[in-house]
């Protein structure tokens, strides 16, 4: 397997809601709901740096689709990070998520490592990470 990622897709409860919060919200670039014509088919897709699409999806659809029984998100099981080229930028992405919604479970301050972070939940529990790595620049910055 190479080692490369091109979609990340998060379980929601309601598709409309969550495509809401990361397209009105974050200002994240979606065409917005598609394949609806199918049963349990509905998904949004966004389009992230490097190629990567995150995609979101309704919790029951998946289940459907795996066969899995559907469970709660675990906020601990993952995190997703968001680096950026500053510490204002990480203020800055914290109080645009905490405006459309989000849950800020820790305010970005001074990591042990030197950085900047703060985490937030989205509608779902999903956890983000928004971090400022002096060592790790985001792409293009």
Same mark, same amino acid.
């Given at each position: ?9 998060? /379980?929601?409860?309601?598709l409309?809601? #969550? =495509? @809401? +919060?990361?397209?009105?919200?974050? $200002? &994240? ?5 598609? /394949? ?5 088919? #509905? =998904? @949004? +897709?966004?389009?992230?740096?490097? $190629? &990567? ?36 930028e ?39 990470e ?12």
């Open positions: 397997m190479r080692p490369h990622i091109s979609v990340l897709t998060l /379980g929601v409860a309601d409309e809601r #969550a =495509v @809401a +919060f990361y397209r009105d919200g974050l $200002g &994240l670039p979606t065409e917005g709901i598609v /394949g609806r014509e199918f049963e349990h088919g #509905a =998904v @949004a +897709f966004f389009d992230l740096a490097g $190629g &990567l699409k995150l995609a979101l999806w309704a919790q029951a659809d998946i289940a459907h689709d795996t066969g899995l029984e559907p469970s709660p998100p675990s906020p601990t099981a993952f995190t997703l990070g968001h680096n950026v080229g500053s510490r204002v990480v203020d800055a992405v914290m109080a645009q998520a905490e405006a459309a919604g989000a849950r800020i479970v820790n305010p970005a301050q001074d990591t042990l490592w030197g950085g900047y972070a703060g985490y937030f939940r989205d509608l779902d529990g999903h956890v983000w928004v971090v400022w790595n002096p060592s790790l620049p985001p792409p293009g910055g």
